[in-house]
């Protein structure tokens, strides 16, 4: 199935487990702040807005959520960081969709945080959703259940930076467009059997890099 415009997303986004009117009320807000927040910082492409938005935005983080592991039990079982998050894609819809998870939001930009940060206070988060504005090499060395990120570096770097975010039960979540393929044989042969790439719900040339528990 492909999700190609917002009546199909919003027909995708219902089948998820625990999904309500109070939810796509919540993703309505976040579409409409993000809406209004692009005309004066570029958060995402100004093609995307619209009956796009939905399919490339909403959709393409929403699709981690049935790949996710449940939260795990002990520390750092609850916990899912999304590195180089700018508007909160995909960590934030993640947020809005499944509360099981305590959500981590790490952006080095000023401008891109203080959405962050509004998005997060008028979407009733503040409970479960960081903000955190800095670098991922900043942050203390602490495990992740899952580690997600949709457009912050090519695959080996991003595994080198945030390793200290992970242990053997953390699994990596990475929509990676059309280079997926080509990413994942960037890798060394080792770890390359511990990661696959599931094809996107959103395009049909992009595929999302999954993986857990490199040693």
């Given at each position: 199935m492909m999700v190609e415009n917002e009546a199909e997303a919003r027909a995708w986004v219902a089948t998820l487990p625990g999904v309500s009117r109070e939810t796509f009320d919540a993703l309505d807000?976040?579409?409409?702040?993000?809406?209004?927040a692009n005309a004066t910082q570029n958060l995402v492409a100004a093609s995307t807005l619209g009956e796009a938005l939905w399919a490339r935005h909403i959709v393409d983080s929403a699709q981690l959520v049935p790949l996710a592991p449940a939260p795990g039990k002990g520390k750092g079982?609850?916990?899912?960081?999304?590195?180089?998050?700018?508007?909160g894609l995909p960590g934030l819809i993640v947020a809005i969709l499944d509360p099981r998870w305590s959500m981590r939001l790490v952006e080095s930009?000023?401008?891109r945080c203080e959405f962050l940060r509004h998005a997060v206070q008028m979407l009733g988060l503040a409970s479960r959703v960081e903000v955190l504005e800095c670098k991922v090499e900043?942050?203390?060395r602490q495990p992740h259940r899952v580690i997600s990120a949709r457009a912050f570096a090519p695959l080996p770097k991003l595994l080198r930076v945030?390793?200290?975010?992970?242990?053997k039960n953390?699994?990596?979540?990475?929509?990676k467009g059309k280079n997926a393929v080509n990413e994942l044989s960037t890798l060394p042969r080792a770890w390359q059997t511990m990661f696959h790439v599931e094809p996107s719900?959103?395009?049909?040339?992009?595929g999302l890099i999954i993986g857990k528990g490199l040693d």
């Amino acid at each position: 199935m492909m999700v190609e415009n917002e009546a199909e997303a919003r027909a995708w986004v219902a089948t998820l487990p625990g999904v309500s009117r109070e939810t796509f009320d919540a993703l309505d807000r976040y579409v409409a702040l993000l809406t209004a927040a692009n005309a004066t910082q570029n958060l995402v492409a100004a093609s995307t807005l619209g009956e796009a938005l939905w399919a490339r935005h909403i959709v393409d983080s929403a699709q981690l959520v049935p790949l996710a592991p449940a939260p795990g039990k002990g520390k750092g079982g609850a916990l899912w960081v999304d590195l180089g998050s700018g508007p909160g894609l995909p960590g934030l819809i993640v947020a809005i969709l499944d509360p099981r998870w305590s959500m981590r939001l790490v952006e080095s930009r000023r401008l891109r945080c203080e959405f962050l940060r509004h998005a997060v206070q008028m979407l009733g988060l503040a409970s479960r959703v960081e903000v955190l504005e800095c670098k991922v090499e900043a942050l203390p060395r602490q495990p992740h259940r899952v580690i997600s990120a949709r457009a912050f570096a090519p695959l080996p770097k991003l595994l080198r930076v945030a390793d200290h975010l992970a242990d053997k039960n953390t699994h990596y979540l990475l929509p990676k467009g059309k280079n997926a393929v080509n990413e994942l044989s960037t890798l060394p042969r080792a770890w390359q059997t511990m990661f696959h790439v599931e094809p996107s719900l959103t395009d049909p040339q992009a595929g999302l890099i999954i993986g857990k528990g490199l040693d």
